[in-house]
């Protein structure tokens, strides 16, 4: 089993910033693979950005270039900076972890059997 809290949500306005991070428990052999998706209302559940274990990261189109994941090996600990947000970007984000490697650590939430509770994004224009 593993452990996954968000924290850093909040509201800035269209153009700001936010970081958001995970906690995860103890556990690496289930946090090989992380990431980071989000889910507005009356919509599916979207993925954002993975990260793998060599640090090799993904993103959704959605993402590149405002957005960045990373990951403190040393705390387990998973976060994205998020930049330029835009209305679009309203979302309750989701910390996700599970053991994937390579082509399988990807922006599918299909792949993932851990989540945390969410931390809710709100972009005001």
């Known amino acids: 089993q593993v452990q996954l809290v968000e924290s850093g949500g909040g509201s800035v306005q269209t153009g700001g910033s936010l970081r958001l991070s995970c906690e995860a428990s103890?556990?690496?052999?289930?946090?090989?693979?992380m990431g980071w998706f989000r889910q507005a209302p009356g919509r599916e559940r979207e993925g954002v950005a993975t990260?793998?274990?060599?640090?090799?990261?993904k993103y959704a189109d959605s993402a590149k270039g405002r957005f960045s994941i990373s990951k403190d090996h040393a705390k387990n600990a998973l976060y994205l900076q998020m930049n330029s947000l835009e209305p679009g970007d309203m979302a309750m984000y989701y910390c996700a972890a599970d053991h994937l490697y390579g082509p399988h650590c990807t922006v599918d939430a299909d792949n993932f059997d851990y989540w945390g509770q969410g931390t809710q994004v709100t972009v005001s224009s």
């Open positions: 990260i793998d274990s060599d640090g090799v990261t």
């Open positions: 103890d556990n690496p052999y289930s946090t090989i693979c």
